[in-house]
């Protein structure tokens, strides 16, 4: 039987360099395949977040101006990192038919124009700014449903890496929403957050000069002073939304740096309402409410009241009612509650559940046609709830 040579000391030692070898390159080669992917991971986030942000920009600033009053400006304030514009964005009322969303359960406070007595400064204005000038009015007794939404970058002042900005939506008087974060301002890009465009003679889109930075709008839409630079944003057509994206390499602590660009159209600038229907809506008769009887499981107001004199006769042009409602200590109706459809009926009612015992309302009714313009609103008394 032969004997079997076994392996020498050189050649175990010759194989486990092997070995170590190959491991080590097998453990390099996964170690920058690890670095590459989360590099490229952190860089499509990053990309991500920007296009998030500027996608939520253009949703909302399409629709800048869209069911405004009359006296209410479209764009109140353009600015490098800010600006703010008045739109129906949001209602509560599901047969609003200015408004571009209907939402039941929307804050009420920020489903309808903000109140003169909400006056807030307009984000990263300097010399301070503040806004409304007034509580804006569709018709008479109607508050304006168009919400004052803003935009506008912060620093981070929760990192420490430089020149990290954060992005805010604020609507109304609400707390501002934080919309991105790691937006990045760097100093080799010269091109602004945001640049705004006006149309020239031939109706090509040409930037406005950077040092004509901030406007603002915040005077009364029409008012005596409501001209030269002060009404200057009323002649934007277009906004450029320019976003840095930065995703941190912390080997070499340098940014990696992709931009996100959106040409935004303002779809509603020199729009007018135009009164295809004719003469605004005429009123309803004084409608007459009356509360749910003492110890009802279910408490309600029931509000009845006739048809305008345009719903079967007249312009008949009526589509809906719009119904409203107040604390008796109100002065202003704000969102309608609900409304329903006419119908060239002889009378109309509501039974309104969503009430509390003991409190006292008021309830008015709004004609709305089909433009749609709205008819001053017709108040009841004044109704205690019966416990």
Known sequence: MRNRRGFTLIELTISMLLL???????????????????????????????????????????????????????????????FTFNANLVSIDSGDVRAIYQLADADTNGSRSMLQSERRPLPNSSPVKNYPDTTYFAASGVQSGAETISYFLRPDSTTTLP??????????????????????????????????????????????????????????????????????????????????????????????????????????????????????????????????????????????????????????????????????TQTAFGDPISSIPAGAKASYSFVDTDVIAGNTYVYGIAAEDCTPLLSGVTSSLAVTVLP
């Open 163 to 328: 020149n990290r900005y954060l992005l805010f939506r604020r609507d109304n008087a609400l707390a501002p929403v934080l919309v991105a974060r790691d937006l990045v301002r760097d100093a080799r890009d010269t091109t602004p957050m945001f640049t705004y465009y006006k149309a020239d003679t031939l109706n090509r889109l040409v930037p406005l000069a950077k040092n004509l930075f901030p406007l603002y709008h915040v005077m009364i839409h029409g008012a005596s002073n409501d001209t030269g630079k002060n009404a200057l944003t009323d002649s934007i057509r277009a906004v450029r939304i320019h976003l840095l994206a930065a995703s941190r390499d912390f080997r070499t602590g340098q940014d990696a740096l992709r931009s996100v660009d959106v040409l935004v159209r303002v779809m509603n600038a020199g729009l007018l309402e135009y009164k295809t229907c004719g003469m605004p809506p005429l009123t309803t008769p004084i409608p007459t409410v009356v509360s749910s009887a003492a110890g009802a499981l279910t408490k309600s107001v029931t509000i009845t009241w006739g048809p305008s004199g345009d719903d079967g006769g007249g312009e008949k042009d009526i589509e809906r009612y719009a119904i409203f409602r107040m604390l008796s």
């Open 20 to 82: 170590l070898f190959i491991a080590g390159a097998a453990v390099q080669f996964l170690r920058r395949q690890t670095n590459l992917v989360t590099k490229e991971t952190s860089r499509m986030d990053a990309m991500q977040n920007a296009q998030f942000a500027a996608s939520q920009i253009d949703r909302d600033l399409r629709e800048a101006g869209a069911g405004v009053a009359d006296n209410q400006p479209m764009l109140v304030q353009i600015d490098s990192q800010a």
